[in-house]
C-alpha cells in the first residue's frame, strides 16, 4: 500500500505542474491556449494537417507535459 500511496501522491505532483505551467503561461503571454482537440474543431482540419503545421512552422505551439496547446490568438494572425 505505500507504493501506491507514493504513487498517487506523485501523480497529484505531476498533474499540479501541469496545471501551474498552463496558468504560467496563460498570464505571461496573456493568450487563450486551446487543445490540439480544440484547435482542430475551430479550423476544420484534420491531425494529420495540424502535424504538418506544426513540423514545418507554419503555427506555433506549446508541450505542456504531454499535451500540446496552441495560442489562439497567434494562430488567427498566422491564418489571417
Request: glycine residues 4%.
Amino acid at each position: 500500500m505505500n507504493n501506491e500511496f507514493e504513487a498517487s501522491v506523485n501523480l497529484i505532483d505531476v498533474i499540479k505542474s501541469a496545471v501551474k505551467k498552463i496558468e504560467e503561461a496563460k498570464e505571461n503571454e496573456g493568450l487563450e491556449l486551446i487543445s490540439d482537440e480544440e484547435l482542430r474543431r475551430r479550423l476544420k482540419v484534420s491531425r494529420t494537417t495540424l502535424f504538418n503545421w506544426r513540423v514545418t512552422g507554419v503555427i506555433p505551439y506549446k508541450r505542456i507535459g504531454r499535451k500540446l496547446f496552441y495560442p489562439w490568438k497567434e494562430i488567427l494572425k498566422k491564418i489571417s
